[in-house]
């Protein structure tokens, strides 16, 4: 399980993420929306341990991000937003690297990778170089990424961005059917996806949770049924000091 | 250990996909050989011990070329953004410090050891001390791993790879130029000693000459060492404060 007690990310004078706290269990889907700039990507980056939190505390599964990172990241598997991976390499090899970072080896690893492009359904691709794949395909090699060492936690930061409706479609499933036995955290843009996916949803603003409860539960809050509108009710707009200047 | 060793194997595989290993090692050899027969004039000489004609400029071309070498170390990584994949995986980031710089270090150990023709040459047309030529191997790759190492700070600094080739280039430009005896004459006319001395101390021609007669200085050694580890330390504080 993922448990964030206060956490703050201050980067010089600006507070990307002010006190959040939130809890997410086995068999959870958390969903992460909010404008860009909310602050989303920094909290993932934070909960992931590949930026150090100004000040509170994360617990993957008990053991402390900021004590015992190395433990932690093992129970972690993460997507990160913009899919990053190694042009120069094949997408079986790059996924047999990564094997390797978690502890991988002989039979285990060469499991490991096939269940992965299975799940992934990278077995098109599997020996093509990575520089030539389509969005889609990238995407989902960094997504197999994540899933090799069948992590209990899996944080996913944008799982959906810029794939075709089918390809979100079967992400959307999957993240379903893995979310039944593991704590997935994800974020999106996409509030359809939070009714797809998600057994509960958290809306972040400015750094600050501002909206938190199952999909059901925060429709009923918007007043109009509406995840839409409620959205559009708890956070800010970055166009809002343009337009107040310009309606004085 | 063993995430040193994967990410060395990575390293390396990824050098010599591309085709900067293959072009760094040949024009090493290309150029030291080169240099070596015509300016260095190995066989007007008949310096059968390599100091002059052959390992006298290997500082001045690994101050151009091992810069080249190290610059994407992690300008790359953090350009494409895999920096988030490694600092998220459960490895040590002494591991992959590690892991770069073996592998750019093994890329130059066969770009330096594919030039032993001039040292079966030299042991064919003379009787040269052999341990001396080892000795001199030895501390030309010393001062080749100083300026990786170097270069590798840098690179941590920059996501810009053409920054990190000029900040690293003028890095080693300087401590060749330093403690190069014409450029100390020079400088002692102009400046006091308290001046010339730590500037001179910077400089790798001391330490590299001293290998290159074949004298093995525990000093010289330390020197080497010291600033190769310093600058991996560096390295490693300049990435976690990045996050920081």
């Not at chain 2, 990410?7 to 090493?28: C, D, N």
């Not at chain 2, 459960?90 to 073996?102: E, Q, V």
């Amino acid at each position: 399980m993922i448990e964030v007690t206060n956490l703050t990310k201050q980067f010089g004078h600006k507070k990307a993420v002010n006190d959040l706290s939130f809890t997410v269990k086995k068999g959870e889907v958390l969903g992460f929306l909010g404008p860009n700039g909310a602050g989303k990507s920094t909290t993932m980056r934070v909960v992931t341990g590949f930026l150090p939190p100004t000040s509170g505390e994360i617990r993957i599964c008990g053991l402390s991000m900021v004590d015992q990172p190395e433990e932690a990241k093992k129970k972690i598997g993460y997507l990160p937003e913009s899919a990053p991976l190694y042009d120069g390499m094949s997408v079986r090899g790059f996924l047999r690297f990564c094997a390797d970072m978690r502890g991988l080896s002989g039979s285990a690893k060469a499991e490991a990778v096939d269940r992965a492009i299975e799940t992934c359904f990278l077995q098109t691709v599997h020996r093509q170089a990575i520089d030539t794949l389509s969005k889609g395909y990238r995407h989902r090699t960094c997504l197999a990424q994540a899933l090799l060492h069948d992590p209990e936690v899996l944080v996913l930061d944008e799982p959906t961005d810029g794939l075709d409706p089918n390809q979100k479609h079967e992400v959307r499933n999957l993240i379903k059917r893995l979310g039944k036995d593991k704590v997935i955290l994800f974020s999106t843009h996409i509030l359809e996806e939070v009714e797809a996916a998600c057994t509960r949803a958290v809306i972040v603003d400015q750094g600050r949770i501002v909206a938190d409860g199952t999909p059901d539960e925060l429709k009923a809050q918007s007043g109009s049924d509406s995840l839409y509108d409620l959205f559009r009710k708890v956070t800010t707009t970055d166009t809002a000091p343009a337009k107040a200047s310009a309606d004085a | 250990m063993r995430n040193t060793w994967s990410i060395f194997k990575r390293e390396l595989g990824s050098y010599f996909s591309h085709p900067i290993a293959y072009a760094i090692i040949i024009v090493f050899i290309l150029i030291s050989l080169g240099l070596t027969f015509s300016f260095g004039q190995f066989m007007r000489s008949g310096d059968a011990s390599l100091d002059g004609p052959f390992f006298f400029w290997h500082p001045w071309i690994y101050m151009l070329l091992a810069p080249a070498v190290g610059m994407r170390m992690w300008s790359d990584e953090q350009r494409s953004g895999t920096i988030e994949l490694l600092g998220t995986f459960p490895l040590s980031p002494w591991a992959a410090i590690l892991g770069k710089f073996l592998a750019a270090a093994t890329v130059w150990l066969i770009a330096v050891g594919l030039t032993f023709p001039v040292w079966i040459t030299a042991n064919i047309l003379g009787d040269p001390d052999n341990l001396t030529i080892f000795s001199g191997y030895l501390g030309s790759y010393l001062v080749c791993l100083t300026f990786l190492a170097i270069t590798m700070l840098v690179s941590a600094f920059t996501r810009d790879q053409v920054v990190c080739l000029i900040v690293a280039v003028s890095i080693c430009v300087f401590m060749v130029l330093c403690s190069y005896d014409d450029v100390i004459r020079e400088l002692s006319n102009v400046a006091a000693d308290w001046i010339v001395e730590p500037i001179v101390s910077i400089g790798v021609w001391d330490h590299f000459r001293s290998l290159m007669r074949g004298s093995f200085r525990v000093l010289d050694f330390v020197w080497f060492v010291s600033l190769i580890s310093a600058c991996l330390l560096g390295t490693s504080a300049i990435l976690s404060a990045k996050r920081a």
